[in-house]
């Protein structure tokens, strides 16, 4: 995603659980830089712990709740 200031909102509704917590850095900057000033950026998470692939189905990351607000501050 190569965006910049494109969008005054964004809905992320659980699409960063299926990154590696190791992409996560880039993955939240280019959301925000997607962003315009004063944009609104939504997303969920499932809160759990550890990482895990779903047989048949995708790749989930799980975060704490303070786990993930950390990535933001």
Known sequence: MEF???FDRIWA????LHA????MDNVM???TRALRS???FYTS???SE???VVEGSSFFRYYTRDSFEEMFS
């Open 4 to 6: 910049r200031e494109e």
């Open 13 to 16: 509704c659980a699409s960063p």
């Open 20 to 23: 590696p917590h190791r992409e």
């Open 29 to 31: 900057l280019r959301f």
């Open 38 to 40: 004063g944009g609104v």
């Open 45 to 47: 998470i499932q809160e």
């Open 50 to 52: 550890g990482e895990r």
